[in-house]
Nanobody, 125 residues
Framework: QLRLVESGGGLVQFGGSLKVSCSAS????????IGWVRQAPGKEREGISC????????TYLKSEEARFTISRDSAKGMVYLQMNNLKPEDTGVYYC??????????????????WGRGTQVTVSS
């Protein structure tokens, strides 16, 4: 199991950009798919995207595909989510989560077996 720690959240203005990071430790990152999931206040968690050990990524939040980009640096044990043109509705807690093997073609919460504690992203209007 990986231990995951998110960082890089904060307050950003409408239209701004933010890059959140996920630090993974405890095993070789190459064996795992790493996903980014967000939870807005009062809403269920929704999957954003996932990147497998090969570097192949899946996008779950199709409507935001042009604004959010996932990447990974397995050598450093890091996965990133670059978010551009942020909107107030992007406000929420952003989690990274891991699963052994390839990223699934659709987001299902129970597929991911380890979760970080999340990092808060707040977008002001």
């Amino acid at each position: 199991q990986l231990r995951l720690v998110e960082s890089g959240g904060g307050l950003v203005q409408f239209g701004g950009s933010l890059k959140v990071s996920c630090s993974a430790s405890g095993d070789s990152l190459g064996f795992y798919g790493i996903g980014w999931v967000r939870q807005a206040p009062g809403k269920e968690r929704e999957g954003i995207s996932c990147v497998s050990g090969s570097g192949y990524s899946m996008t779950y939040l199709k409507s935001e595909e042009a604004r959010f980009t996932i990447s990974r640096d397995s050598a450093k044990g890091m996965v990133y989510l670059q978010m551009n043109n942020l909107k107030p509705e992007d406000t929420g807690v952003y989690y990274c989560a891991s699963l052994l093997g390839l990223c699934p073609t659709e987001y299902r919460r129970n597929d991911f077996t380890s979760w970080g504690r999340g990092t808060q992203v707040t977008v002001s209007s």
